[in-house]
């Protein structure tokens, strides 16, 4: 599992931190949204104003933690990135976790 990236999160549920990868290395908040279907994103991710993806929650089903499903893709990515959004060990720490 690599990190590719970290957030803190605020007391609006906005997530703000930053994303990197071999060729990504943006500032990137990850805001809540409303759902107007139930297959619809709980998440926006944007990078300054321009969206480049989207994510639900989910609950592991090994311990109940919370975390986000997040797909994110830019015309600079081959294919689109899936990665987890999970609190890390430090509270208020959130680290991004990329998964193929």
């Known amino acids: 599992m690599a990190q590719i990236g970290a957030f803190t999160r ?16 943006v500032k990137a908040t990850v805001r809540p949204c409303d759902k ?4 619809a994103p709980d998440h ?10 989207a994510g639900w929650s989910k609950e592991a089903r090994e311990n109940g933690s ?4 997040l797909k ?9 990135i899936f990665a987890n959004l999970v609190q890390g060990e430090k509270p208020g720490e959130h680290r ?5």
């Open 72 to 80: 994110l893709d830019d015309p600079s990515l081959p294919a689109p």
């Open 44 to 53: 926006r991710v944007y990078a300054g104003a321009v969206e480049i993806g």
């Open 36 to 39: 107007p279907t139930d297959n």
């Open 96 to 100: 991004l976790i990329w998964s193929r």
């Open 10 to 25: 605020d007391e609006t549920g906005v997530f703000t931190g930053a994303i990197w990868t071999l060729t990504l290395n």
């Open 66 to 69: 919370d975390y986000l499903s």
